[in-house]
């Protein structure tokens, strides 16, 4: 079992940044793809907006590159999402997810609210 906790989200500025973490307990990073989605509003469905590589470079959604960085440190069970640069798109309830040979867990979400 992966349990997997967001912090971060918070009111910000366009132009601003902000850093998300996820702490996972359980031995997710050793077995599981991490990665960051988002949901943006009801009736959306939720983006992938990156995902991390243990090996080689992770991936990003095309709206996101040069602007998020995504980071684990295994050393504290910990993931992170760095965003610069956040623009109105980028609102909404970012997840972390564990994606598992037995299945997909994900987070309890962290808001993000971006401001013109």
């Known amino acids: 079992q992966v349990r997997l906790r967001e912090s971060g989200g918070r009111p910000v500025q366009a132009g601003g940044s902000l850093k998300l973490s996820c702490i996972a307990s359980g031995p997710a990073f050793s077995r599981c793809t991490m990665g960051w989605y988002r949901h943006e509003a009801p009736g959306k469905e939720r983006e992938l907006v990156s995902t991390f590589a243990n090996v080689g470079p992770s991936t990003y959604a095309d709206s996101v590159k040069g602007r998020f960085t995504i980071a684990q440190d295994n050393a504290t069970n910990t993931l992170y999402l760095q965003m610069n640069n956040l623009g109105t798109d980028d609102a909404g309830v970012y997840y972390c997810?564990?994606?598992?040979?037995?299945?997909?867990?994900w987070g309890q979400g962290t808001q993000v609210t971006v401001s013109s």
């Open positions: 997810a564990a994606r598992c040979g037995e299945g997909t867990y």
